[in-house]
């Protein structure tokens, strides 16, 4: 084991980019090394209670605070990142002057990491909570090649030669990376270049989340649409006309923005919460209606809990897709939602031989994948 060594963390400030990466935070810190977390304050607490010490910085970023929400058109929300990234470095610069990591782990989106790694002159590790670049991603993600999306990849690679980093948007994916998904997820796993290393999800007790627990004996149905795209009274209250009176506990989770009065009457058999505590509930649940984001489609699969898929953006489309090509639950699209529909998922998911065997294949892939355990040990042979 090397010895003890100073690991800075940097991600997006945003569920899906943060939660991937606790796990390898409490690993590394168990480890004995100390690990630097670079946050907003809305994620603090989660750092602070997997053991990393929050290094704090304005993000420009869409947060709850400032109501903001995330943009659907590819090149607008890249736009995003590139500007956080020109927004975030000269902060991160500051704050780590005069306590310089030994070496970085950085999410995908956070794209100021490795221009600071180089100019510090330490390696850097890309976690990635999603695919990874394979033959054809441009086809299976619908990924455009237009102006406006190649004027932003000229913004990012300019500010890369600005700060003389040997980077550009189109070689980021060349780096040494750990995959926090399970390898037969992964879209033509066999075509990802060997610098990709798939250890499956990192999940931690998130205590701070709080707890939940089901109420008697029926099965236990938990619908959530993750942290950004939870504007959707249509669906919820298609949710509670489809759910409501089954013989099944239900968990709705709404989001902050939908008021709970546009739902109408909630049936019996359902809660309606703002927030719930997602890993909680779903090791207790038997399925889960998802928009299909990849950290709530990774923390079912650890559970081995069926889904119904009802993507609404960006990458969802693809995840949900391959739920259901691997028989993992059901791939609904939004435009054919309809109470019938959704009860019609909720029995298959619930009852179909092969998707039950199929999430519990995918459970035990995961527990085989190492995990935190495996990510660390990659992490600790480039210290």
């Known amino acids: 084991m090397p010895h003890p060594a100073h690991i800075a963390f940097m ?28 946050v907003t304050e809305d994620f603090a607490p989660q750092v602070a209670e997997a053991g990393g010490e929050p290094v704090r910085y304005d993000s420009t970023l869409p947060s709850a605070a400032t109501q903001q929400e995330w943009p659907e058109d590819q090149a607008a929300a890249v736009l995003l990142f590139v500007d956080e990234m020109i927004s ?8 780590y002057a005069a306590d310089r990591p030994d070496l970085v782990v950085h999410d995908i989106g956070a794209l100021q990491a490795p221009v600071l790694a180089h100019e510090w002159g330490v390696p850097a590790i890309c976690l990635s909570p999603t695919h990874v670049r394979f033959e054809g991603i441009e086809e299976v993600f619908g990924f455009d090649d237009d102006p406006g999306l190649r ?23 060349q780096q040494r990376s750990v995959v926090a998904i399970p390898r037969s997820f992964q879209y033509f796993a066999d075509s990802v270049a060997a610098n ?23 099965p236990v149905l938990l619908i959530s649409m993750g942290s950004a795209f939870t504007d959707q009274p249509e ?16 968990v709705l989770s709404i989001g902050r923005v939908v008021d709970p009065a546009v739902l109408g009457e909630v049936p ?13 509930v779903l090791a207790q649940a038997d399925a889960f209606l998802t928009h299909a984001g990849m950290g709530g489609t990774m923390e079912a699969l650890h559970s081995g809990v069926p889904m119904i898929a009802v993507p609404q953006a960006a990458d969802q489309f693809a995840n949900a897709a391959r739920v259901a090509e691997l028989g993992l639950g059901v791939h609904l699209p939004k435009e054919d ?26 459970r035990r892939e995961i527990r085989a994948a190492g995990g935190a355990r495996r990510a660390a040990e990659i992490v600790e042979a480039h210290l």
């Open 337 to 362: 939602v309809t109470p019938e529909a959704l009860r019609e998922a909720l029995h298959r998911v619930s009852t179909d031989p092969e998707v039950l065997a199929g999430a519990a294949a995918m």
């Open 11 to 38: 991600a997006v400030p945003a569920h899906g980019h943060i939660n991937p990466g606790l796990g390898l935070i409490a690993e590394l810190t168990a480890r004995g090394h100390r690990v630097t977390c670079a």
């Open 196 to 218: 990709h290393e798939f250890v499956g999800p990192m999940l931690t007790e998130r205590k701070f989340q709080g707890t939940w627990r089901r109420s008697g004996d029926r």
């Open 88 to 95: 975030v470095h000269p902060q991160l610069a500051e704050a």
């Open 151 to 173: 004027a932003v990849h000229a913004k990012a690679d300019a500010f890369f030669a600005e700060r003389g980093a040997p980077l550009t948007f189109a070689t980021l994916d």
């Open 268 to 280: 019996p058999n359902v809660e309606v919460h703002r927030w719930v505590p997602q890993l909680d």
């Open 235 to 250: 669906l919820y209250r298609a949710c509670l006309e489809a759910f409501g009176g089954l013989d099944w506990q239900v």
